[in-house]
C-alpha cells in the first residue's frame, strides 16, 4: 500500500505543522513494534502552501497513490475530496487535525493522532456520499443564515485574532447585525416540514451529510455520512433573543421539539430563492448570496471511496 499525507499546516491555529514529525515517528515506532499487526506502507507527506492547494495535490496523487489521507480540518478534507472527485478516482484518508474536526467526529475517527494512523492501517473501504450547494461540493455541511454570518465575521476577525476569542467576537458581531432574509420554499417539502410554499424569514438553515456541525454541534444527530440523504433543519421566523435561548437546547438535542421555530426532514435535494441576501457557508467556506438567487442542494450518493 502507498500513503500520501497531504498535510495543511495552518490548521488548528499553526499547530498541525508539527504533524508532519509526529506522522514520521510514529512510522519509525512501528518498525520496531512487534505486536505490529499491520502492513508498513510506503508513505510521503506533502504540505499544502495556499487555500485550494490541497485539491492540486490530490487531484494529481490520486492514479499514483493507493490513499490519500487529509490531515487537518473540515476545510481540508473538502479540499481533498474535490481533488479526488475531479480526478475521478482515489480512496480518502482522513487524519483530524483541525479545530472542529466535524466530519471526523461524523466518521468516529479517534482525536489522538497515533491512535487515528493505526485505525487507518487496521481499516476497510467503503463509500461515502458528498453534497453539492449550488455545485460547490461539501462533505460535512452546507448552511445559510445566522450561523454563515458568524462564520464570516469570524474568518474576518481571524486575521487579526488568532485564539478562540475570534469565535466569540464573531458571534457578537454577527449577532448585533444580523438581519434575517426572506426565502421562498418550495411547494413540494414532504409534510413533516410543513411550511411548503411559505415565505418565510429565514434565521438557520443546516443541510448535513453528517451529524456533527459548526465545530461539535448535533444539530442533526441522526445525519449519516452514507445513508443517501441529506439531513436538514430550518429555524425561521424567530427573534433574536429567542435564538439565543434555542442554541443550547442544540447540545440535548431538545431543539427539534420548537415546532414553531423549527422543522427537520431528510430529502435527496432542496431549493430555495432568496428574497434578501445572505450567505452560503460550505464547509467552512463563505459564498456570498444575492438577492432573488436561487439555492439548490443536493445528495450525490457513495461516490467517495473512503479508508477508516
Not at 467526529?105 to 487507518?120: D, H, M, S, W
Not at 434575517?180 to 443541510?207: F, I
Not at 436561487?294 to 445528495?299: A, L, M, P
Request: proline residues 5%.
Amino acid at each position: 500500500m502507498r500513503y500520501l499525507y497531504i498535510v495543511n499546516p495552518a490548521a488548528n491555529g499553526g499547530k498541525a505543522a508539527k504533524t508532519p514529525e509526529h506522522i514520521r515517528a510514529f512510522y519509525q515506532d512501528a518498525e520496531n513494534d512487534p505486536n505490529r499487526s499491520w502492513e508498513l506502507p510506503e508513505y510521503e507527506i506533502q504540505l499544502t502552501e495556499a487555500p485550494g492547494h490541497a485539491t492540486e495535490l490530490a487531484q494529481a496523487a490520486a492514479p499514483n497513490w493507493d490513499v490519500v489521507v487529509a490531515v487537518g480540518g473540515d476545510g481540508t478534507v473538502n479540499e481533498v475530496c474535490r481533488g479526488l472527485i475531479e480526478a475521478k478516482q482515489g480512496t480518502l484518508g482522513v487524519i483530524p487535525a483541525g479545530t472542529g474536526n466535524d466530519m471526523a467526529g461524523g466518521l468516529n475517527l479517534p482525536k489522538n493522532l497515533r491512535e487515528a494512523l493505526v485505525q487507518l492501517h487496521l481499516g476497510h473501504e467503503h463509500p461515502l456520499d458528498y453534497g453539492l450547494a449550488n455545485g460547490n461540493v461539501f462533505m460535512n455541511s452546507a448552511s445559510v443564515g445566522f450561523d454563515s454570518l458568524v462564520a464570516h465575521h469570524t474568518n474576518q476577525i481571524k486575521l487579526k485574532v488568532r485564539s478562540h476569542w475570534a469565535y466569540v467576537i464573531g458571534l457578537i458581531t454577527a449577532l448585533v447585525s444580523f438581519r434575517a432574509p426572506t426565502v421562498q420554499l418550495p411547494e413540494n417539502l414532504p409534510e413533516r416540514a410543513g411550511w411548503g410554499g411559505q415565505k418565510r424569514d429565514l434565521c438557520l438553515l443546516a443541510v448535513c451529510n453528517g451529524r456533527f456541525y459548526g465545530g461539535g454541534f448535533e444539530i442533526l444527530p441522526d445525519a449519516r455520512l452514507d445513508d443517501g440523504q441529506l439531513d436538514i433543519c430550518l429555524i425561521t421566523n424567530i427573534s433574536k433573543l429567542r435564538l439565543l435561548s434555542l442554541l443550547p437546547t442544540i447540545f440535548m438535542h431538545t431543539h427539534l421539539r420548537q415546532r414553531r421555530y423549527v422543522r427537520a426532514w431528510r430529502g435527496r435535494s432542496l431549493t430555495l430563492n432568496m428574497l434578501g441576501s445572505a450567505y452560503l457557508c460550505v464547509d467552512g467556506e463563505i459564498i456570498p448570496l444575492e438577492r432573488g438567487e436561487r439555492v439548490d442542494f443536493q445528495i450525490v450518493p457513495g461516490a467517495i471511496k473512503l479508508r477508516s
